[in-house]
């Protein structure tokens, strides 16, 4: 499958750690990338090459891999962290070059 | 830094041809680093990869757009664009134009265009 599956939404307490997850059978062979999405902004890339961060993205947001699964962890969740995040990686399908998840929908309490 | 900035009408007719510019700032659009990408996101879902033009002017397309869509570059302008044709409502979305770098991912992004398309 090309597909990159997400959930829809996920909550978490300020200040708790939450992870959100991304599977997909291009995850086995491609590094997956994470995107934070704040309404009426464009997306904006948080974590690349599996856990790479770039300039200017707080060390609280985090990436990790497993089989298929990827995972962003944000640990010490902020109020301005409420956010749809997506994941997008390579797609093994030969389709087209990348695929995105469906987005998750973090609340923070 | 290199940075996207997007133009463009927000109201298409349908069965016309929706044309969007993303003008590259702080570097070239002939640089051979990015993948320059138009990506599209309808009102409340996700992200869909529209396609890219790569700065030999290769292309590739998400096969479901494919017989409507084209990308180009302009070097001179420093710009490439999108023209999407026989528009519908479905394609009704904010269309954004980005940038994929060497590590596969989406790393510069443009405000985003939303397009309406509306008789």
């Known amino acids: 499958s090309s597909e990159l599956t997400q959930d829809p939404a996920v909550s978490v307490a300020l200040g708790q750690t939450v992870r959100i997850t991304c599977q997909g059978d291009?995850?086995?062979?491609?590094?997956a990338s994470w995107y934070q999405q704040k309404p009426g902004q464009a997306p904006v890339l948080v974590i690349y090459?599996?856990?790479n961060r770039p300039s200017g993205i707080p060390d609280r947001f985090s990436g990790s891999s497993s089989g298929n699964t990827a995972s962003l962890t944000i640990t010490g969740a902020q109020a301005e962290d409420e956010a749809d995040y997506y994941c997008?990686?390579?797609?093994?399908?030969?389709?087209?070059?990348?695929?995105f998840g469906g987005g998750t929908k973090l609340t923070v309490l | 830094q290199v940075q996207l900035q997007q133009s463009g009408p927000g109201l298409v007719k349908p069965s016309e041809t929706l044309s969007l510019t993303c003008t590259v700032s702080?570097?070239?659009?002939?640089?051979?680093?990015?993948?320059w990408t138009w990506i599209r996101q309808p009102p409340g879902k996700g992200l869909e990869w529209i396609g890219y033009?790569?700065?030999?002017?290769?292309?590739n397309y998400n096969p479901s757009l494919q017989s409507r869509v084209t990308i180009s570059v302009d070097t001179s302008k420093n710009h490439f664009s999108l023209r999407l044709n026989s528009v519908t409502a479905a394609d009704t979305a904010v269309y954004y134009c980005?940038?994929?770098?060497?590590?596969?991912?989406?790393?510069?992004w443009g405000q985003g265009t939303l397009v309406n398309v509306s008789s």
């Open positions: 033009i790569y700065y030999t002017g290769s292309t």
């Open positions: 291009s995850l086995r062979t491609y590094y």
């Open positions: 702080g570097g070239s659009v002939s640089n051979g680093v990015y993948y």
């Open positions: 090459g599996r856990k």
């Open positions: 980005a940038g994929a770098g060497k590590n596969d991912a989406f790393d510069i």
């Open positions: 997008n990686s390579r797609d093994i399908s030969g389709n087209h070059p990348w695929v």
